[in-house]
């Protein structure tokens, strides 16, 4: 199994989903307040004079608005700004933090009084101890940093403990540590870097622990960056074998997977690896689901079962029923005793489990619904989920209609839209972009108020592909002829 992760308390990822509540627009003046609360709190438990100065100083703070030093009025940040904390600040003016001088001179002094202690003891440690004792020392240096929130001392300290550590696990885990550092400040190419590391580091004998806990880090970062078809099968793998806590809860790893698998699975592995998955019918399923899974009727496990799945009953998944309650807390679900921090706050899955019924039993109406309720619900209020969120209602949209398209030559615009909820005129225009696009292969008749389907010929597509490919093959000759050409002019 190997041994227990180390490094893996700080940073806190928790409080950057909190700075970024305090700038969303979209989040309620309650769990605003609430952030705020919990920010200060950290920030005076845990000393953090570095974040603090970074989000509230009257001058320089990411989140003063207000403007309170002598240049009158602190320009709002930008999406261009150096780390991901600005970013996500773009936009919006949010919940100020106060700014207390002498707060920050006290953490400030604290800062520095823990600092010379861990100095203190690395130099008796080289007096007196081994490089085991000198590596401990070090290794509280790098986590302070982290703790504090001070981003390039933090990389430098993990960095200077990676060079001295000889350990494969824990060389592991310290890479681990950069990943979360990079995930707090929105930093994606240090995470896609680090990654990439740590995926070598794993590769030449990682344990199965770590291998586990890297799936879960690759995945969210593949969220990140858009690449929700590389994420899902990570993601839905990673939640029979969860613990890595320290990254997010697995409240928040059931949402990222189930989103990422709806967009991007094909039909058949929709099914098997969301719709009928046990770990995902433990929480979105209903009654009678929910139970086999807990009880393990339901094997668990990624693919467990997947060949016997396929006379699931469509209707215990209909429309109509639906659980009395959806508020669940994962606070134990796939835990491992105490690798769990503070409780899980209970989440509604309700808009998310209308979301994958809907869209698999082919109820559209419903499912445009859903979606609008996870857009409000979840895309709006995550942070890592935020950026990408018009992106991902126009690429579920584009799924359900090419979902119903496929099974018909001939549909009514008229009866298409009725059957999405929506007007003619949406559904015209809304289309119109896609095919535009090469999304959808049909056209729209407006004079006979019908769409179109035109199957696509594969063979058709092959020579197509090739006599474009050929084409350009021959423009790069042809190039590279008048440049031989050319230069035999020259020499002559």
């Not at 995926?199 to 004998?205: I, N």
Request: aromatic share 8%; hydrophobic share 40%; glycine share 8%.
């Amino acid at each position: 199994m190997g041994s227990d992760p180390l490094y893996a308390k700080y940073p806190d990822l928790s409080l950057a989903q909190d700075i970024f509540t305090l700038t969303n627009s979209a989040a309620t003046k309650v769990s605003q307040q609430n952030a705020l609360k919990k920010l200060q709190n950290a920030i005076s438990e845990h000393k953090m004079a570095p974040l603090y100065r970074h989000l509230a100083h009257k001058t320089e703070g990411l989140l003063n608005l207000a403007g309170e030093g002598t240049a009158g009025r602190a320009a709002a940040p930008t999406a261009k700004q150096a780390n991901g904390i600005s970013r996500i600040t773009a936009g919006s003016a949010g919940v100020q933090i106060p700014w207390d001088e002498e707060l920050y001179e006290r953490l400030k002094k604290e800062n520095e009084e823990e600092l010379e202690s861990f100095q203190k003891e690395e130099d008796e440690a080289a007096e007196k101890a081994g490089e085991t004792e000198i590596q401990a020392a070090r290794g509280k240096r790098a986590e302070f940093w982290s703790r504090v929130g001070d981003k390039e001392k933090a990389l430098a300290a993990h960095e200077a403990l990676l060079e001295k550590t000889g350990v494969l696990g824990t060389k592991i885990d310290v890479v681990l540590a950069i990943i979360r550092i990079g995930l707090f400040f929105g930093d994606k190419i240090l995470v896609k870097k680090q990654v990439d590391r740590a995926k070598t580091l794993v590769e030449s004998g990682g344990d199965w622990d770590r291998r586990n806990r890297l799936k879960a880090y690759q995945g969210l970062h593949l969220l990140t960056t858009r690449s929700y078809n590389l994420a899902a099968p990570l993601l839905l793998d990673s939640l029979s074998t969860f613990t890595s806590y320290e990254l997010c809860s697995y409240s928040s790893l059931v949402v990222y997977a189930v989103l990422a698998g709806s967009v991007s699975l094909k039909r058949v592995d929709f099914k098997s690896k969301v719709v009928d998955a046990p770990e995902i019918k433990a929480i979105l399923g209903a009654g009678e689901d929910k139970l086999a899974a807990f009880t393990g009727a339901v094997s668990s496990g990624p693919g467990a079962g997947d060949e016997e799945m396929s006379d699931a009953p469509a209707g215990s998944a209909s429309a109509t029923p639906t659980p009395s309650s959806k508020v669940v807390n994962l606070t134990t679900l796939g835990s491992s005793g105490d690798t769990q921090g503070d409780a899980e706050t209970p989440v509604d899955f309700t808009p998310l489990a209308g979301l994958v019924r809907s869209l698999y039993n082919g109820q559209y109406q419903d499912f445009f619904l859903a979606l609008a309720a996870v857009e409000e619900n979840f895309l709006s209020l995550d942070r890592y989920l935020y950026e990408h969120r018009g992106w991902f209602v126009r690429e579920m949209r584009l799924r359900g209609y090419q979902q119903l398209l496929q099974s018909y030559r001939v549909v009514g615009l008229k009866s298409m839209a009725n059957a999405f909820g929506v007007s003619v005129d949406f559904l015209d225009r809304d289309l119109a972009k896609f095919i535009a696009a090469d999304r959808i292969p049909c056209t729209i008749d407006r004079v006979h108020g019908i769409i179109e389907t035109n199957r696509p010929d594969d063979k058709n597509k092959q020579y197509n592909d090739v006599v474009k490919q050929g084409d350009a093959l021959i423009t790069k000759l042809q190039k590279y002829g008048q440049a031989v050409r050319l230069r035999g002019s020259e020499r002559g």
